[in-house]
C-alpha cells in the first residue's frame, strides 16, 4: 500500500471514530473530505478478527437454536389435540424464524457483547427443555432405554446434519453480507485485512466445504467425465452472477474492498473455478485420494507462499494495471487454498454419506468429526507458531485447516442436537420432526416438513443466496448504513433477512426449486 494510501485509510477511520463518538454522521460534518462511498470502503477495511474460541462459541449458536426448535415441536405435537396452530404456512415461517433465525442475528449484532451469556442462556433453557419431555409423564418408559433406542432403527433421504449445515451457513452469509455494513456488528467479526479470523473469514470457507459435502464424488457418483461436464455446465449461473455483480458495482459505483479478491474477480468466480478445478483434478484422481489432494495443494501452496516473491507480489505490490494476474492476484490465488478446502470437504462427504441404518452406528461418527476437529486445532496453533497467522486474503494453509476444523466442530454439534432430538422423539412417541432423522419404528409422517424453513432453503439454496444479494444491494442504495442507531440497524436487518425467508418458503410452499442448469 502506498504511503498517500495509508494516510487516506488513517483519515478515513479517524473520521469515522470521531463522528460515531459525537453520534454525527460523518457525510454531514465532513461532506468535502470523504465521500458516502469512501467511509463505507473504510469502514470495512483494516481488520484484524477476534479470537479463535469466540468464532468457536459462536457456532454453537446454530446447533442450540435448532435442538430449541426441535423440543418446541415436541412439545406442539403432545399438545395437538388442544393447541392448533391457526394458518400453519405462516405459523411455522414465524416459530422457525424466530427461533432460528433471530437469535443468530441478535448474537452477532446487539448481544455480541455477551455471546458467552447467550450461548449459557440457550443451553440452560434447552436442558430444561430436554429433561422436561424425557422425564414428563407422557414419555415412554422402557427397560433399558438408551440401548433400545441406540439399537433402534434411522431412515432419511439426506443426512440431517448435513443439510442443516449447508443451511445455516446459507442464513448466516445471508446475514452477515448486509449486517456488516452497519456499526452494529462488531468490527472484528468482518472480514480481515491481511491476518486474522473474523467470523466472515470463516463462513466463506465453510460455504464451499459444506457444498462439497454433497458433491457428485461424495455421493460416490464416479463417473468422473460425466461428472466434469455437469460441472462446466452447472457453474454458468455462478459466473454469470459474478458478471452481473461486477457490472452493477462498476457502474453504481458502489464501494469496493479491492484487496478482498482483486478489481474484477468476486466470490461467485472463486466458488465456479474451485468447482470445475476440482472437477479436474477428479476427473485423474479418485475421489478415494481427496485428503492426500487436500494436504498436497494446501502444503505446496504454503511453500510457494514462503518462496520470496510471492507474498510480498500478494500484499505489497501496488500494479493493477499490468494484467489481469496483477489485478486480481487475491481471487487467482486464494483458489488454491479453497480448492484444497473442498478436497477436504469431499472426504468428510464420503465418510457421512456411507450406509448406516442404526443409531448406534452414528455415535461413532460424531466421535470422530469431534476428534477430527480437535487434531486439526492441535495442528493449527503449530502452523500459526511455525508459519505465519491465518491468513483468509491468501486462503494460506493456517486457514484451511482452521476453516475444516471449525466447520467439523459446527458439524458434529449439529448431528449432537439431532441425536438428542431424535431420543427426545423417540421417548415421547410423536413421529418425526422436520429436518431431522426419522426412527423407522415409526410409521408417522411428517406433516409439518412442507412448512418447514430449513427445507425451503435446502430446496433452492442458491436462489437464497441470490435473493439475499439482490436485497442487500437495494437495501445498501436507500439506506445510509453507517449512520443508523442500533435499534434502527436491527429493524433493517430483521425485515431483510424476513424478506429473503419468506420468499423462499413462499417457493417451497409451492414446490417451486429453481434450476439454472
Known amino acids: 500500500m502506498k504511503q498517500s494510501e495509508r494516510e487516506w485509510t488513517l483519515l478515513s477511520i479517524t473520521i469515522m471514530l470521531v463522528c460515531w463518538n459525537n453520534r454525527v454522521p460523518p457525510c454531514l460534518v465532513f461532506p468535502q473530505v470523504m465521500s458516502q462511498w469512501d467511509l463505507k470502503e473504510a469502514f470495512v477495511s483494516n481488520l484484524n478478527g477476534t479470537t479463535l474460541q469466540e468464532v468457536a462459541l459462536g457456532s454453537l449458536i446454530g446447533p442450540l437454536c435448532y435442538l430449541l426448535r426441535g423440543l418446541i415441536l415436541i412439545l406442539y405435537y403432545r399438545a395437538k389435540g388442544t393447541l392448533v396452530f391457526p394458518h400453519p404456512q405462516i405459523s411455522h415461517l414465524l416459530l422457525?424464524?424466530?427461533?432460528?433465525?433471530?437469535?443468530?442475528?441478535?448474537?452477532?449484532?446487539?448481544?455480541?457483547?455477551?455471546?458467552?451469556?447467550?450461548?449459557?442462556?440457550?443451553?440452560?433453557?434447552?436442558?430444561?427443555?430436554?429433561?422436561?419431555?424425557?422425564?414428563?409423564?407422557?414419555?415412554?418408559?422402557?427397560?433399558?432405554?438408551?440401548?433400545?433406542?441406540?439399537?433402534?432403527?434411522?431412515?432419511?433421504?439426506?443426512?440431517p446434519f448435513v443439510t442443516l449445515s449447508r443451511v445455516f451457513v446459507n442464513v448466516i452469509t445471508a446475514i452477515s453480507i448486509l449486517a456488516v455494513d452497519f456499526p452494529v456488528f462488531p468490527r472484528r467479526y468482518a472480514k480481515t485485512e491481511t491476518y486474522g479470523t473474523?467470523?466472515?473469514?470463516?463462513?466463506?470457507?465453510?460455504?464451499?466445504?459444506?457444498?462439497?459435502?454433497?458433491?457428485?464424488?461424495?455421493?460416490?457418483?464416479?463417473?468422473?467425465?460425466?461428472?466434469?461436464?455437469?460441472?462446466?455446465?452447472?457453474?454458468?449461473?455462478?459466473?454469470?452472477?459474478?458478471?452481473?455483480?461486477?457490472?452493477?458495482?462498476?457502474?453504481?459505483?458502489?464501494?469496493?474492498?479491492?484487496?478482498?479478491?482483486?478489481?474484477?474477480?468476486?466470490?461467485?468466480?472463486?466458488?465456479?473455478?474451485?468447482?470445475?478445478?476440482?472437477?479436474?483434478?477428479?476427473?485423474?484422481?479418485?475421489?478415494?485420494?481427496?485428503?492426500?489432494?487436500?494436504?498436497?495443494?494446501?502444503?505446496?501452496?504454503?511453500?510457494?507462499?514462503?518462496?520470496?516473491?510471492?507474498?510480498?507480489?500478494?500484499?505489497?505490490?501496488?500494479d493493477r494495471q499490468s494484467s489481469f494476474i496483477h489485478a486480481n492476484r487475491e481471487g487467482v490465488f486464494s483458489v488454491l487454498g479453497y480448492v484444497a478446502i473442498y478436497m477436504a470437504g469431499v472426504q468428510v462427504g464420503l465418510f457421512l454419506m456411507q450406509p448406516r441404518s442404526r443409531v448406534g452406528q452414528w455415535l461413532p461418527v460424531i466421535v470422530k468429526l469431534l476428534l477430527g476437529s480437535l487434531v486439526l486445532y492441535v495442528a493449527l496453533c503449530l502452523c500459526q507458531n511455525l508459519l505465519e497467522p491465518v491468513s483468509r486474503r491468501l486462503a494460506n494453509l493456517p486457514f484451511c485447516i482452521w476453516t475444516v476444523a471449525q466447520s467439523l466442530l459446527f458439524i458434529s454439534c449439529l448431528a449432537m442436537a439431532d441425536g438428542v432430538l431424535l431420543f427426545s422423539a423417540w421417548t415421547s412417541d410423536c413421529g418425526p420432526l422436520p429436518s431431522s432423522w426419522s426412527s423407522g419404528a415409526s410409521g408417522k409422517t411428517c406433516d409439518e416438513a412442507e412448512h418447514c424453513l430449513v427445507q425451503a432453503v435446502n430446496r433452492n439454496q442458491l436462489l437464497f443466496f441470490l435473493v439475499a444479494n439482490v436485497l442487500t444491494g437495494l437495501t445498501n442504495s436507500v439506506v445510509d448504513t453507517l449512520s443508523c442507531s442500533s435499534v434502527c440497524s436491527l429493524c433493517v436487518l430483521l425485515i431483510y433477512i424476513f424478506t429473503t425467508c419468506s420468499v423462499i418458503h413462499v417457493f417451497h410452499l409451492c414446490r417451486i426449486t429453481v434450476k439454472f442448469w
Open 198 to 318: 473474523g467470523v466472515m473469514d470463516f463462513g466463506v470457507g465453510a460455504y464451499v466445504f459444506v457444498n462439497a459435502l454433497v458433491c457428485p464424488e461424495a455421493r460416490r457418483r464416479d463417473n468422473s467425465g460425466s461428472n466434469l461436464t455437469k460441472q462446466l455446465v452447472s457453474v454458468w449461473p455462478l459466473v454469470a452472477l459474478g458478471i452481473l455483480r461486477l457490472a452493477s458495482i462498476k457502474m453504481t459505483g458502489y464501494p469496493e474492498h479491492v484487496t478482498e479478491y482483486g478489481l474484477h474477480w468476486n466470490f461467485f468466480f472463486t466458488l465456479a473455478t474451485v468447482r470445475v478445478a476440482a472437477s479436474l483434478v477428479f476427473a485423474v484422481f479418485p475421489a478415494g485420494w481427496s485428503w492426500a489432494l487436500a494436504v498436497l495443494i494446501s502444503g505446496s501452496y504454503q511453500l510457494a507462499l514462503e518462496y520470496p516473491g510471492l507474498k510480498d507480489f500478494l500484499f505489497h505490490s501496488t
Open 96 to 159: 422457525d424464524f424466530s427461533v432460528l433465525t433471530l437469535p443468530i442475528v441478535l448474537a452477532s449484532t446487539v448481544l455480541s457483547s455477551v455471546l458467552l451469556h447467550v450461548t449459557v442462556g440457550l443451553v440452560a433453557v434447552s436442558a430444561g427443555l430436554c429433561c422436561y419431555v424425557n422425564s414428563s409423564p407422557c414419555a415412554r418408559r422402557r427397560p433399558n432405554a438408551l440401548g433400545a433406542f441406540l439399537q433402534s432403527h434411522v431412515k432419511f433421504r439426506q443426512v
